[in-house]
């Protein structure tokens, strides 16, 4: 045997020394139990750390890696059956499974099958080699084959959408296992693990500078309201584990109530760690940095608590040191740190997706306190399947669950949480709307005004808020907007770079601040989680937690007075238009919302949530809700995320339909860099763009153009006029060779519907 005195081998040098295989399989198998035993798979997962790479002592594997090693090039034979074979022989499926995809993630069953050989004379040759590979591991690793591990009567006892999920977290130790050890290796370092939550000292600061930011405060007429909201989230969390939902208006600080709620319960039952989903990134953003405040040590050097992890993070900060850099990339990759703030797309498809790097975070989430803040954004189609998750999250993996929103979601209109206790945590929502009511509504819906006109009105007030339906009719607005020094118009929208919407945000609050003059027309990416008071505010009529949201936004301090100092005029507009997922949402709304019923009105709301989803039909069979989860029944983890095979495309490949696939947005978007921002700005595109173009682009380095990319649908690339203006950079991204307008955007004269809201 080609291998350097008789050892067997899991890693090249690579520039260090070897990894000796059995040093590889124990450490692994090590790490795996420690990951898994919070959920009651340690010993499953110890097994599975033992066989996954033990396919690497098959003799002609070791010449191999020898063979290669000074290029540096991979293995290329196969490593991975060797364990599944072990697992299927021993009766231990979920093992096949996490062995199976280990490298190329979770697959199918044919496919996981055909590891073991698709015909007679395949499976000879396999099975000389296992014999070679299991010849040489008795010797080496003997509690291989002599402490094999049991399927436990929870996992047997379990409904078929419990044990895929069990899948999915075992599949997640493993390879966060075997990607921590590898990594150790190739470092030359220890294993990078982070903390648990440290309950108890947490919250004690939290409630310290929580204290001392009230102190500061300028006091006002919410503050009682939002003390309430805080009093009754602290008391609530004492109980027993589960799913909660905190109801409650815009501006009443739900985001701190759900902080102090998370950090008591985690004290109070022992939960590892915080997660906070939000649905979209300037709310991700505004409130890591609220948390961080409240939660962060004081030393630049100390290892930090909160995690703000989304595609606009700039892992790469210049201003941070390179302790703080290396722990956010690490800490990004598996979630090991005390309190996590990221997106819902990052949650929900890290839960639903099959890619080792994307699930190798999931054990992190057992016994652990997810906040799901604005659950109303949450995408319909998929909320039964969402619904399900939750379930299987409390109910087997310790998981509890609070749903914060002001308009919440009827999730209890679906099976998986037919049966499920959700309490409440606000003893009389109701009440305390009527309470908060900051603002009338007013209504032009009949005849249906002009979209110039509502503009004209709006704009005579002082300050006034506009929210309209595309980025179409926004920038109509805008331009419509009566240009004068005295007074600031502005635009946001996602034509819009986030450093040019960021920059608009700031401006605004400096107006608000000042009480001066300021127009701003928005879609409705400003409705949900942004910090801004508006005296008055227009709506173009949409769905009416959208509407609600809005009116967060209109006189959310209270000190035009309560109730009802603040205007809300909904209008609907003759020439303006609409997303196609809104008509039956506002065919609804029509229904249930109007001038004797206002979008705050939560037994409405209910009602309308609930005919909602049963006009749509979300759990009907054929819908994606439906497909997903037979695909999940079936343990086709490839169709749950990309969508089922419906036939072979032009090359030869399986073609798959998307939009039944678990995605939680399924526009098909291809991301464009622009040139905003002073010389600063564009020198650091200009560097980016040439490190991506060169022979070996830096994924820091998109990470860095982040700020400058604006995401437009695919099909809207292929027209010609567009076409010209696109230089491609690497893979699906392109450098925008035409104009960008400092007022609202790229300019590429789009169809309605061309952005994503």
Sequence with gaps: MASTNDHLWAHSASGGERHRLEDHLRDTARLARSFAEPFGMGDLAWWAGLVHD???????????LLKVEPSGKRVGLDHKSFGVHLAERHGLEPVMWAVAGHHGGLTSRKEVNGLLGADDAQLGALTDRWADAERRLRTLVPEMFSALPELSTSYVDADAMTREFLVRFLFSCLVDADALDTQAHRMGTAHRLGRDLNGPILLERFLSRRKKFLDNRPKGPMD?????????AMTAAEQQPGIFRLTAPTGTAKTIASAGFALRHAVCHGKRRIIVAVPFITITEQNANVYRQLLDPGEAEAERVVLEQHSHV????????????????????NWDVP???TTTVQLFESLFGRMPSRTRKLHRLANSVIILDEVQALPHRLLPQIADALRILVQRFGVTILLSSATQPVLGAFKPFEKLDVREIITDPSALFDECRRVQFEWRVTPKPALADVVTEAASHRQALMVVNTVRDARDAYQAAPTSPDITALHLSTAMCPAHRRAVLDKVRDCLKAKSPIFLVSTSLVEAGVD???PVAFRAIGPPDSMSQVAGRCNREGKLGMPGGGLVVIF??????????????????????GPDRDPEDTEALEDYFVDLYDSLGIEAKGRPAQVIRSNRHRWDFRSVTDGPVTGIDARGREARDRKLAFRMIIDDTVPIVVRYGDQQAHNLINECLAELRG???????????????????RQLTTKPEVQANLSPVVGDLYEWLGRYDDGHGIVLEPDRQDFLL
Excluded: N
């Design 695 to 713: 022979p070996c682009p830096d994924r820091s380095a998109f990470r860095r153009l982040q700020p400058y990319v604006v995401t437009v649908r």
């Design 339 to 341: 309190f996590v703030v």
């Design 224 to 232: 009682a309201h939002r003390e309430r909201v805080f009093s009754e």
């Design 314 to 333: 700039d892992l790469g900060d210049p201003e941070d040191t390179e302790q703080l850099q290396s722990w956010r990339k690490l800490a990004s990759e």
């Design 572 to 593: 609907d507009p003759a020439d303006g238009g609409m997303p196609p997922s809104y008509k039956t949402q506002v065919e609804k709304a029509e229904i249930y919302f």
């Design 532 to 534: 801004l008071d508006f």
């Design 54 to 64: 033990g396919g690497k002592a098959w003799c002609a594997w070791q010449e191999k």
